[in-house]
């Protein structure tokens, strides 16, 4: 059973969005529809208090606009979130701003998310201030604590972006998202760019920080090694659709979902014995043109007549898990 | 014992103040697939331009690259030309930084075949086509003329090993050459390597951060940190019995499926600036294990047992598992 589902924080429902795209002026003139990306095609999760909920998925599968729709840097056309017995959607003025201290994204290259300008104490102040959180006079403290809580010294406060290494830069990153004591955490790729050593302190913070403060975090990443290390559940996503999702001890042992199954053969590992066998064949599909019935099936090596006309929904197949595949079940 | 293919030895290289490397020194032989792995910032991607002499003219390159009885670093930037490309391929992390945007995939490869092989018109088109077929490009014919934009991730990456395979070279060096790919593609492109490893029977240099990717395709491994060869040897026996306590703590910051959800074991600190590497070991600040006879002098490189060096004090005790974990 899922330990969090009694508490659910975040649920998305049917989220959908796909983005136009335009093929010059005669396209537009001519009035015919204009062909579009479909990120989004009716995503539909929920995330408890303290839970770990990971997002896999190739890139073009959507997970970066998921994260993006979430906090509400990208609209969607269909769907809706409710966070904490709100609907996000509906949100504006001081109820809206309340929600954004509530859900924190953080990036995957704080080298670009933080202001080369600004110190380190600044940028964490500016984040207090903005939504109010200490008094002027308590700010300095409370920065200082911050930097304790992410394991950086205080001396850091003086410092700029560029003087610190990368994985510092992502400790200052979270030290920002945190300093408005959020309740949850959408973390996009937030240790891809991290050499392993590193990865691994990031990993091992944000674990402490979930058990200290009750963080729910959205972990989204391509890197199924540490998405087994920090997940409780996981969602598989391929070109805007979830094709299965369940707890992460589940599905890593035994994937229901074909494209899980080859993305889990892909993962280099040390110490499993070579295959020469190539876990998956073929690439995504141009999600401007997606294949009829399951979008999955051209690359399918268990694609049968039915796979092409018929989309398998998602549907329950064992407790907690769910998967979109005619054969599973 | 053949003589190796290649021999980099003592390699060093400055570049105004820094010395991004220190002594960088391996073997490749023939038919070999030799990884390189370190962090960013240790000088492995660095190597594989300094062997070719890529590197731009404010740096300054030291020791030796010994290749078909020759010293590269010793050879006109126009000798140097002729076994670049032609001898010696190589593919880059961002093909789409090293493919030519305005040109067609089939303009790129039939130059590269004119150049090194003097091969011309249709005979040159029928070659390029028979290239992008060997890396697994589908209808390869009609994508001679496609653009790299018109290309995926993976499409662009096959076609940048066929150009680097046009002049038939007999080595075959790689620079992350999966590490901007998705997991599935990442594991086409390596399988491709593999498999022209084998057909054409050419050595590979693979230089990845991706401890996993060296796991799963090279038969010997080089491990660097900050510009030097910490230790070197059979892939299976390194990843199995580390004799260098940088190897040991890499190996152990990696998530283990047995112990989900538990503290991962970092190693601690940072790589070391390189405008102020430490006296003695360059790992020595963060190692669990330093001595202090660790932070006198650097420690060379010794035998640690079959085909294996490292530059490690400790090294005889790790390999004999005798040191208690941290």
Redesign the interface.
């Known amino acids: 059973m899922n330990a969090f589902a009694a508490t659910k924080l975040l649920a998305a429902e049917n989220l959908t969005r796909a983005f136009p795209i335009r093929h010059g002026l005669a396209a537009l003139l001519s009035g015919g529809h204009s062909p579009a990306i479909r990120a989004l095609n009716g995503v539909s999760f929920s995330i408890g208090a303290g839970e770990t909920l990971a997002v896999v998925g190739?890139?073009g599968c959507g997970k970066s606009t998921l994260a993006r729709a979430l906090v509400r840097l990208i609209a969607l056309d269909a769907g809706r979130i409710i966070f904490d017995g709100e609907e996000v959607g509906a949100l504006a003025g001081a109820a809206l701003r309340r929600y954004h201290r509530r859900a924190q994204l953080v990036f995957q290259d704080p080298y670009s998310s933080l202001n080369p300008r600004m110190t380190v104490g600044e940028t964490l102040a500016e984040a207090l201030t903005v939504h109010r959180m200490v008094s002027p006079a308590g700010r300095a403290a409370r920065v200082a604590e911050l930097l304790g809580e992410v394991g950086l010294p205080a001396v850091a406060a003086a410092r700029l972006p560029h003087a610190l290494?990368?994985?510092?830069r992502q400790r200052v990153a979270l030290a920002r998202a945190l300093s408005v004591r959020p309740e949850i955490l959408i973390a996009d790729e937030i240790v891809s760019a991290l050499?392993?050593?590193?990865?691994?302190?990031i990993?091992?913070l944000l674990?402490d920080l979930q058990e200290r403060l009750g963080l729910a975090i959205l972990f989204i990443s391509?890197d199924?090694?540490?998405v087994?290390?920090?997940a409780?559940r996981v969602i598989v996503m391929y070109l805007g659709r979830i094709v299965e999702s369940g707890p992460?001890?589940a599905i890593?042992a035994e994937p229901m979902h074909p494209y899980t199954a080859?993305?889990l053969?892909?993962?280099?590992?040390?110490?499993?014995g070579?295959s020469?066998?190539?876990?998956?064949?073929g690439?995504?599909q141009s999600p401007l043109d997606l294949p009829s019935g399951c979008a999955f099936h051209p690359r399918c090596p268990h694609a049968m007549p039915r796979c092409r006309t018929e989309r398998p929904e998602l549907r329950p197949i064992a407790s907690g898990r769910l998967a979109a595949c005619h054969l599973s079940g | 014992m053949t003589a190796p293919l290649l021999s980099v030895q003592d390699l060093m290289v400055r570049i105004g103040p820094l010395r991004p490397i220190s002594c960088i020194g391996f073997d490749v032989a023939a038919g070999e697939m030799l990884g390189i792995a370190g962090?960013?910032g240790s000088g492995k991607s660095l190597t594989l331009r300094a062997i070719l002499g890529l590197l731009p003219s404010s740096a300054s390159v030291e020791g030796r690259v010994l290749w078909a009885g020759q010293d590269l670093l010793q050879l006109s930037p126009r000798a140097l030309a002729g076994v670049r490309g032609r001898e010696i391929g190589m593919v880059f992390q961002e093909p789409m930084m090293a493919l030519n945007p305005v040109l067609p995939i089939g303009l790129q490869i039939t130059e590269s075949l004119r150049a090194h092989l003097g091969l011309r018109g249709a005979a040159a088109r029928t070659r390029a086509a028979e290239l992008l077929d060997r890396v697994g490009i589908p209808a390869a014919r009609e994508r001679l003329g496609s653009f790299p934009h018109e290309f995926?991730?993976?499409?662009r990456q096959r076609a940048m090993i066929a150009i680097a395979l046009a002049a038939e070279p007999k080595l075959l060096l790689a620079d992350e050459p999966t590490t901007a790919l998705?997991?599935?593609?990442?594991?086409?492109i390596?399988?491709l390597l593999?498999r022209l490893r084998d057909e054409l029977a050419m050595s590979v240099v693979l230089v990845t951060?991706?401890?996993?990717?060296i796991?799963?395709?090279c038969d010997r491994v080089v491990i660097v940190y900050a510009g030097r060869v910490q230790e070197s040897g059979p892939v299976a026996e390194i990843?199995?019995r580390p004799a260098h306590a940088y190897t040991e703590?890499?190996?152990r910051?990696?998530?283990?499926?047995r112990?989900?959800?538990q503290?991962?074991?970092?190693?601690a600190g940072?790589?070391p600036d390189p405008t102020e590497l430490p006296a003695g070991c360059p790992f020595a600040p963060r190692c669990p294990a330093a001595i202090p006879a660790c932070l006198a002098t650097v420690p060379p490189l010794a035998p640690a047992g079959p085909r294996r060096v490292s530059a490690c004090l400790r090294a005889g005790e790790l390999t004999a598992r005798a040191l208690a974990p941290a």
């Open positions: 190739e890139s290494s990368g994985g510092q050499d392993v050593s590193v990865q691994a302190q990993v091992n674990i391509h199924l090694r540490i087994r290390h920090i409780h992460a001890d890593f080859a993305l053969r892909a993962v280099p590992q040390i110490g499993a070579r020469k066998a190539i876990a998956l064949g690439e995504l | 962090e960013s995926s991730g993976g499409m998705d997991v599935t593609i990442q594991d086409q390596l399988k593999l951060h991706d401890l996993g990717v796991a799963e395709t990843f199995a703590g890499l190996l910051s990696l998530p283990d499926p112990r989900a959800r503290r991962l074991v970092p190693i940072s790589p």
